[in-house]
């Protein structure tokens, strides 16, 4: 994954899920899985380029067994590496009950980050 952007708002976790793109105004959909996750967005790889600023809708399976959330989007930035693109992906409107399950599964995930990194003293 592509290192090189990092002036979020809200912490991302590495958490990988199955998620659908939908092209808003067009009958396309792109089955992807997360790279990263946070309250504000999303990372995803995809084999196909989506232009800046361009909506979304967004099917996300977290795997804490609860449905799918489904929200609009926006995608914010897109790095070509190799035959595939990173893409950013804005939430636009999360609802408050799906924004505190990314909340709680982010801190999850950074809380194993921290307590599995070989820099944590013993």
């Given at each position: 994954?592509?290192?090189?952007?990092?002036?979020?708002?809200?912490?991302?976790?590495?958490?990988?899920?199955?998620?659908?793109?939908?092209?808003?105004?067009?009958?396309?959909?792109?089955?992807?899985?997360?790279?990263?996750?946070?309250?504000?967005?999303?990372?995803?790889?995809?084999?196909?380029?989506?232009?800046?600023?361009?909506?979304?809708?967004?099917?996300?399976?977290?795997?804490?067994?609860?449905?799918?959330?489904?929200?609009?989007?926006?995608?914010?930035?897109?790095?070509?590496?190799?035959?595939?693109?990173?893409?950013?992906?804005?939430?636009?409107?999360?609802?408050k009950k799906d924004s505190l399950r990314i909340e709680r599964i982010v801190k999850e995930c950074l809380k194993k980050e921290e307590t599995s990194s070989p820099d944590q003293p013993a």
């Open positions: 994954m592509w290192q090189g952007m990092d002036r979020r708002q809200f912490p991302r976790a590495d958490y990988r899920c199955r998620v659908t793109v939908f092209k808003k105004g067009k009958k396309e959909e792109i089955s992807t899985h997360t790279q990263n996750i946070g309250i504000g967005g999303l990372c995803v790889v995809l084999k196909k380029k989506l232009d800046k600023f361009h909506p979304v809708e967004l099917l996300l399976h977290l795997e804490d067994k609860l449905p799918p959330i489904r929200c609009d989007g926006r995608v914010v930035w897109v790095v070509k590496s190799k035959s595939i693109y990173d893409t950013g992906i804005e939430f636009i409107s999360l609802t």
